[in-house]
């Protein structure tokens, strides 16, 4: 009885272990930009996602005259964006009032990992992205201009 209940506090200290090092790799400890090298289908944008070690993960892009990154403040403020790990290989990322209601979301299968490529497979959806460690890691998000004139996406 005792070797059963020893072996089960192996394997679940070695999934949590696993699961802490995936959000590591995520989120850099606290917060990380990714940015998308590939993705189908192919859009001609600069884009990201910057996930928190807090669970919020807001999209990003680049106007094409590299003069910042922008986010869409365009939902609700009572919807955040989030992701959570669900598990040591699917990732969850979506719209939640509540991180137990996961109805407004996708799902991707986290296919490989590590400090600097992330590639999710999508489970909600069909379609492969391929995310790279943005170079820059310093340049906090600004909301959308109001001024359009000058932002060409």
């Known amino acids: 009885m005792m070797k059963k209940y020893l072996i089960c506090i192996i394997l679940f200290c070695s999934c949590q272990n696993k699961q802490d090092e995936i959000v590591r790799y995520l989120t ?84 490989y990992i590590n400090e600097d490529i992330l590639i999710l497979n999508g489970l909600s959806y069909k379609g492969l992205t391929i995310y790279m460690k943005s170079k820059d890691q310093k340049t906090e998000l600004a909301p959308y201009p109001k001024d359009e004139s000058n932002f060409n996406l």
């Not at 070690?53 to 609700?76: A, E, M």
């Open 28 to 111: 850099g400890d606290s917060v990380k930009y990714w940015t998308v090298i590939n993705e189908h289908p192919i859009r001609s944008d600069r884009q990201g996602m910057v996930l928190y070690s807090n669970g919020i993960k807001k999209g990003w892009w680049d106007n094409h005259d590299s003069i910042g990154r922008f986010f869409w403040p365009s939902q609700p403020e009572y919807l955040s964006e989030s992701w959570i790990l669900l598990n040591d290989s699917v990732l969850w990322i979506g719209f939640s009032v509540d991180k137990n209601n996961l109805e407004y979301g996708i799902k991707c299968k986290i296919e």
